[in-house]
Structure formats: C-alpha cells, structure tokens
C-alpha cells in the first residue's frame, strides 16, 4: 500500500530533520510504541503494541535510516514480527523544503503485511496503515512545534530581559542543540 502526503510544520528544516533522528521523538510519535531505543547510525530496536480490526500483537523490530541528505530528506525503513499475527514492514521517503511558515514535509510510505494481518482484507489493512501514517505525521507536526516553542522559550528566559530566578524546561529540542 502507498500513501504519499505532505505537513506543513512550524519551525525550520533543520529542526525538523533533527527531530525524524531523535529517539525520543520517534517514540512519542510512533502509536503504540512502548520502547525505542538506538541511534540513526545503528538503527533503532522498538516494541509497538497494535490492534488491527480483531488482531492485536506486540510487534518487536528494527528501523533503519538510510539515503541521509542533511536537512533535505531521508528514508526510514523497518521490519516488525508480531509472532501469530504475522509482520508488518514498511519505508517511509522524506523530504524537506523550506517554506514561507516553516518547514513542509512531504512522505511517500509504502507498507506491507503478512500472516494473520494479511487475511483481515486489504480494506482494513489499507484504512489502519493510513491511519497510522496520519497519526504518527501529526503527532510529529505537534512534538516539533512545540519543541521549537520550547527553545524560543528557553532563549526569552536566557536573555538579559528574562527573570533570573526562572528556568527554562529542557525539552527534546535543547537537549538536540545543547
């Protein structure tokens, strides 16, 4: 199944790249996800736990980031066994232009499954995978943005008109850039 879609993100490429190579991000914005762990250069083990139509499995497996064109695209692909109910694995091509506002991301996904996920019809199938690519781009829009408006934060209170008492948060994007 393909699914080819674009977000428009509010903060700058280079932010956005950061966050598709961050673990921390990608464990928040993959649905299900209970543990991610890695770097991008190794390739990040995850467990995710998922419900599809009658069948939930604990699927454990490996993502892989590939063809790195720093801060322009990328691709993640991945494999994940979920025992009985089969396996799902998939790729995602991603790609950053700058835009007026921020940052438009643009993925291409393309996703297969086998097992018992495979005999649950290729309606259900084709509804869940785009539901799930839906979810994990907006949760990322979200997870980003709202980094970026943690750094923009955590600079207003590190500047000189800032109250010298407050402390900013760490959020994912500063401990990125620190």
Not at 76 to 98: M, P, Q, T
Not at 133 to 157: I, L, N, P, Y
């Amino acid at each position: 199944m393909q699914i080819t879609d674009s977000r428009d993100i509010d903060a700058d490429r280079a932010t956005v790249y950061a966050a598709l190579l961050s673990p921390e991000v990608l464990k928040a914005c993959v649905p299900g996800c209970k543990e991610l762990s890695g770097t991008p250069e190794d390739g990040f083990e995850a467990t995710v736990v998922q419900k599809v139509g009658p069948v939930k499995a604990t699927f454990k497996g490996l993502v892989q980031v590939s063809n790195q064109n720093a801060p322009e695209s990328l691709t993640l692909s991945g494999e994940g066994k979920g025992g009985a109910a089969g396996f799902a694995k998939g790729g995602a091509n991603v790609r950053l232009e700058e835009i007026e506002s921020g940052t438009r991301l643009h993925y291409d996904v393309d996703a297969k499954v086998g097992g018992k996920l495979a005999q649950l019809g290729s309606r259900i199938i084709d509804g869940f995978a785009k539901k799930m690519a839906d979810q994990f781009f907006e949760t990322f829009e979200k997870v980003v943005e709202d980094g970026a408006d943690d750094e923009a934060a955590a600079e207003d209170v590190d500047s000189p008109e800032g109250d010298a008492g407050e402390t900013a948060k760490k959020g994912w994007l500063k401990r990125l850039t620190s």
